[in-house]
């Protein structure tokens, strides 16, 4: 059973927390490199989910407009429609770069162009126009000329960014059948895909035959709105922090959110895996240190998928792992445990920071300055369980309050290895304080497994 006694969920809690924030915040400089990611079996795969992944190389590359080196018979491949018929995307990546090639149909403009659209942080659901942490590398295809630009946040406002210029280098060739572009993307220059983190991307072939002549992949259209964009994750790549463990993070669709969650969770050293609850019964959950239940899975007493309500509860709970439940849905899903911080105990409302009780350690705040601790930007729907009642049971912990005038309402609370981050905001809304503290219970619940499950 996973189970623990009051006294004992503290101490591991102090004991645990001492040794989260070294690993964590260590530099890139000094931290240990791993470009081999553990080997996955899970299912579902990311490609079930949108997510498209780009495969490693050890194959030297020329990245000279040609594109017919060795190690592009294992890239990856997706077509799209060009002007003159259908063109070809090819990606591969190394320890240190990621390859693009676009072979186009011959174009007649003179000044066609190619164009990568780069999303380094995943984040293009949340708004419509690319912002100034959106790119556009252009490689002119008569001209050789390759020139960056970075989005504004109004339709195609790229304007020129002459600080990335360093970051990449194209080449193209033309010939009477084909326009080609070929790219070499430094990887940790624009933080792409470290440790596993999902990233936004798009291959234009522009001005064809004319200006607004634009032919491109996923989309064909829509370069300047990365929503558009294809999501992907580097199969192998470099991670510039330790390994701490594996997370499954089941959800219902709400995708933005998702990535926002495996993004800073991979950043931290986490190897995540995103289950949509129409995966969860083909899931393996026992292999995971932890696994987390997103907001979006539920709404008090209804979670899940009815009616296979009950058939999805039991198989993430006979995995006998900790479970790290986030707003409204954590909530839910405890409720159908029958415990102590899930419905029917809580009330709901927009929050934005918590106070500190008595009874927490203080190292899981460590990192914050300041009681209250803001850890959202704004305030976000929140779940507080309630403590006003005669008894509580002895493995409940709260760790933080809502108001410090009632004093009687707990978001961020453990019950044995089970944990609620009442809030239901993403990390996109959250503060640095509350990024802190959401890795450092994160980091808590992984060892849980470790420490409190049978082996």
Known sequence: MCKSSRFMAIFLVMMLVGSILGPAQATSAAAVRQSVQPKSILTPSSTSIGILNIPQTDVPIKVDGQCNDAAYASAFSQTFTDG??????????????????MIGTAGTFSQRSGAVYLDPQGDGNTYTYAEKNDFRLQVGILSGANTSYQGTGVADGYVTDAAVAGFWSGSATAD?????????????????????????LAVYHHAYAAVGDDYGWPSNKFYDQPRTWQLLKLTNGPCSTTRKGTVAYVFRGELSSAISFHNLLSGAGYTVTLVPLSDVAATDFSVFHLIVIADDTGNLNTWGIPPATAAQVDKIKAANKPVLGLGEGG???????????????????????MWKTASSPGSIFTGTSSNPVNHYLSPQNSVGIYLGVPSIPSDVVPFALEDPQALNHSPLIIQNCRMLWGNGGNPYQMTVDGKTVFLIRSRICSHFSAHLLPR
């Open 84 to 101: 003159g018929g259908s063109g070809t995307v090819l990606m591969v990546h190394t320890a240190t770069k990621l390859i693009i090639c």
């Open 176 to 200: 009477p059948k084909s326009d080609i572009v070929e790219y070499e993307i430094d990887l940790a220059s624009f933080a792409i895909g470290d440790c596993g983190q999902v990233f936004g």
């Open 331 to 353: 909530y839910s899903f405890f409720g159908q445990l029958g415990l102590f911080i899930g419905w029917p105990q809580g009330w709901h409302g927009p929050q934005e920071k």
